[in-house]
């Protein structure tokens, strides 16, 4: 049977011309993602994250090293494939209803069939009392809600997720990653979820991948195998002891004096 949501990098390498000559985005990366499986992506600012991220979107064009999903090599932005960034990339002038209609449009449904899904994805969401509202008048958890209603509408195979809730306060957050871990269980897309956030990859991910300073490359991976929904200090749990290596990870190096 043919695996659904298989991403693979491999020896991946990005450099970008600078003033100086070429700059190193990300140094050679490997990274095997499994179907339906959610991984935590997280390192230093400026590491390589959003730039790993968008070459498995087809947004950036790896230097060396190919990228695969199912086995096929990536050439351009494919179908199969959804992402959500920080900002919500809504259309102002659109309604919540019509904005997630619009991520629906090239795949040239019928008109009906286009209304349903995206209606549905709204009620999966917990919006379709708000589906005729424009961004404007909705919060942000609720303008980041119509994003993954809009992504999750089309039922991508591979969902790219680049620091979704950076932006939302703190109690927000915390609603919004019981609601994406519920759709996501429902959806079952392969999630790559970039964050600066420890604790939220802690929570939401089956696999957390930490990457160093830049030129960033993967330096540490932890399996998490304790059950949703986590506490970092439930009695018995080794999420704290992970939380601080990767921490320990993550603090800058003091230059030498």
């Known amino acids: 049977m043919t695996q659904q949501g298989h991403v693979r990098v491999e020896d991946v390498e990005i450099r970008f011309k600078g003033k100086e000559g070429p700059v190193t985005a990300l140094a050679p990366t490997t990274l095997d993602l499994a179907p339906e499986t959610f991984t935590a992506l997280i390192g230093p600012s400026g590491c390589g994250k959003s730039t790993l991220m968008n070459a ?5 064009e790896p230097s ?9 090599p990536l050439d351009g932005p494919p179908e199969q494939i959804g992402v959500i960034f ?13 904005n997630v209609r619009f991520g629906l449009k090239r795949f040239r449904l019928p008109k009906a069939e286009e209304i349903d899904r995206a209606r549905g994805a ?13 961004p404007q008048e909705l919060s942000g958890g609720m303008k980041q ?21 950076g932006a939302l306060d703190a109690q927000t957050r915390i609603v919004m990653h019981e609601l994406l ?16 956030d420890v604790d939220e990859a802690l929570l939401l991910a089956d696999d957390v991948r930490v990457m160093s300073a830049a030129p ?7 399996a998490l195998t304790e059950p949703r ?17 990767i921490m320990t990870l993550l603090r800058p190096t003091q230059p030498a004096e």
């Open 56 to 60: 498995i979107g087809g947004f950036v």
């Open 64 to 72: 060396a090293g190919r990228i695969t999903l199912d086995g096929v």
């Open 86 to 98: 920080q900002q919500y990339a809504l259309f102002p002038w659109f309604t919540a209803l019509d």
């Open 122 to 134: 709204l009620e999966e969401v917990g919006l379709l009392s708000h589906a005729d509202k424009y």
């Open 145 to 165: 809600r119509v994003a993954i209603a809009r992504t999750f509408a089309f039922g991508p195979k591979v969902l790219l997720m680049d620091e979704p809730f």
């Open 181 to 196: 871990l519920g759709v996501w269980q429902k959806h079952r897309a392969t999630v790559l979820f970039v964050t600066h």
């Open 216 to 222: 960033g490359q993967l330096i540490r991976h932890h």
């Open 229 to 245: 929904p986590r506490a970092l200090g439930r009695a018995g749990s080794d999420m704290l002891a992970i939380r601080e290596e």
